[in-house]
């Protein structure tokens, strides 16, 4: 499969698509279904705190000046807000949005794809951000991965 060469290779796309299939797995392939109001109104307080933590991150990017997309390069690197607590804010909130939805769609085979999600962003983008953190701002760089957490 050809991926069009104008295709927006980015995160938010990715977890649009996960979403995607994780309504498609929960209606075509549920494997198991465990729908109920408690887990629905779990699902739904979920995906809605992965949104917050979305925005809440993003919002850092808007107060240090520096591009949002993955592929640009950084003018600063965030280590306040959310960034303190780990180094992929933006990225755990679209996981926990997935888990979320993946609950609300109460099919185990949703929350498979919401589990594998993590291992896809970190290899398609994260492992790429890091080392362009290294190459522009090198040993503060550094330094901050010795002390937050990736995920």
Do not use: C
């Amino acid at each position: 499969m050809t991926i069009h060469r104008d295709f927006p290779d980015l995160p938010p796309v990715w977890a649009l698509g996960a979403i995607l299939a994780e309504w498609l797995v929960a209606s075509w392939l549920p494997l198991w279904r465990f729908a109920a109001p408690a887990t629905t109104a779990i699902g739904i307080a979920l995906f809605l705190g992965g949104i917050a933590v979305i925005l809440w991150s993003a919002l850092w990017f808007w107060r240090k000046r520096t591009p949002i997309e993955p592929r640009n390069v950084p003018k600063a690197l965030i280590v306040e807000g959310p960034y303190r607590l780990n180094r992929n804010p933006i990225y755990t909130g679209m996981t926990l949005a997935l888990f979320g939805a993946a609950l609300w769609f109460g099919a185990l085979s949703a929350l498979i794809v919401a589990a594998v999600f993590p291992f896809v962003i970190t290899h398609r983008f994260i492992m790429g951000e890091e080392a362009g953190l290294r190459q522009t701002f090198g040993t503060e760089a550094e330094a901050y991965f010795r002390r937050t957490r990736r995920w």
